[in-house]
């Protein structure tokens, strides 16, 4: 029986293990640490790569949506239209500034917020939208930055599932008023802990993302407004500066396994990811649905396969977002999906091999 992980971190650390150790090395020798050279080049190098004017560097993707929030003037008691089909960060961002989650469905295909249902949702509060780009695909930005536009709303991309994805030839974060990144471990673009990045072309924008992630400082000893303490680690950047010139070859390995699974699995009784018109999915994820979930993951565990779901409990049914008052019925294709969604492994290492194993056990428990 083989053993496949879920993700190998280990297979991704091991080609780049010399470099890596020497930038650390180099990053304690100089302990230049705060906002040091390395997160100064990483922010011009990440921008260059989105094709924005800015990128800066917090301390991880959730502290780079709540910036971006208050960035873009949300304040207590503003309404922020975003879909519960998330982790729960992107609703926790909003709540912790003090502004209301007010939840929108999914387009039942992308699982990315239905750009049509938005319009329903929007009220004299709503200040802010936050579609996130699920799994790695982009949600359907146009008819949300025409809305958001004649509204006067501004447009934070949640992409920390989307590094290097594009909508209609744009890269991720590179759409909205602001984009929001992970550097967690496990993303397309990790670092080897925490980190986050927004980008943006506003650059009241982005000199307010500088205030909030370091106390508010306008100058050593001023301080502009009440901030937080969210700077992006000297030691992750370095390591993030060694990885960011391989993310394209690395999602090039993710479409090119993507492909390989459509092969493996076609014709069984599973529904597939799909790959809408004008995007570039980036696969962080490689999530399939089946009716019988719960039964084939303890079939795949039991065969040495890792599985995750992603995300089994709606944000809008999670206990701390009860004081909202959503009850279960309220958004249904999340709901629905939340019984059936099973990601399976996806990781530049993954080999065909491994694939076919992957693909012959589920087969096996369809065939049973």
Do not use: W
């Not at 939208?129 to 934070?156: F, K, N, T, W």
């Amino acid at each position: 029986m083989k053993n496949i992980p879920f993700v190998d971190l280990k297979a991704g650390f091991a080609p780049i293990k010399n470099e890596v150790m020497k930038a650390i090395e180099d990053v304690l020798t100089g302990m230049n640490l705060n906002i040091g050279p390395n997160c100064q080049a990483l922010e011009k190098e990440f921008a260059s790569f989105c094709g924005t004017r800015h990128a800066i560097g917090v301390a991880s993707g959730t502290e780079a949506l709540q910036f971006a929030l208050l960035a873009a003037g949300v304040c207590e008691g503003d309404e922020v239209i975003t879909s519960p089909h998330t982790f729960f960060a992107t609703a926790e961002a909003i709540a912790c500034i003090g502004a209301v989650p007010v939840f929108v469905d999914i387009d039942p295909v992308t699982y990315a917020i239905d750009s049509l249902a938005i319009e329903k949702k929007i009220t004299a509060k709503t200040r802010a939208i936050i579609p996130i780009h699920m799994y790695g695909q982009c949600a359907d930005m146009d008819p949300i930055m025409e809305l958001a536009g004649s509204r006067g709303i501004a447009v934070i991309e949640d992409a920390c599932q989307a590094h290097g994805a594009l909508y209609q030839g744009k890269k991720s974060g590179s759409v909205g008023n602001a984009g929001c990144f992970s550097f967690y471990f496990t993303k397309n673009l990790g670092a080897y802990g925490e980190g986050g990045i927004v980008t943006t072309n506003d650059d009241e924008i982005a000199a307010k993302v500088r205030l909030y992630r370091n106390h508010g400082h306008s100058s050593k000893y001023e301080h502009a407004v009440v901030g937080y303490n969210g700077r992006l680690d000297e030691i992750q950047a370095a390591i993030l500066r060694i990885r960011l010139p391989l993310l394209d070859h690395y999602n090039q390995r993710r479409r090119d396994l993507a492909v390989s699974y459509y092969s493996l699995l076609k014709g069984l009784p599973i529904e597939l990811p799909a790959e809408a018109a004008g995007r570039h999915h980036v696969y962080h994820l490689f999530v399939i649905r089946s009716r019988e979930r719960d039964r084939l993951m303890e079939h795949l565990t039991a065969r040495g396969i890792g599985t995750g779901i992603h995300y089994r409990n709606p944000v809008h049914l999670q206990k701390a977002m009860s004081y909202l008052g959503y009850k279960r019925g309220d958004v249904p294709a999340v709901e629905r999906i939340c019984e059936e969604i099973l990601s399976l492994p996806m990781y530049p290492e993954l080999n065909r091999d491994d694939q076919e194993y992957i693909a012959a056990a589920i087969r096996d428990f369809y065939k049973a």
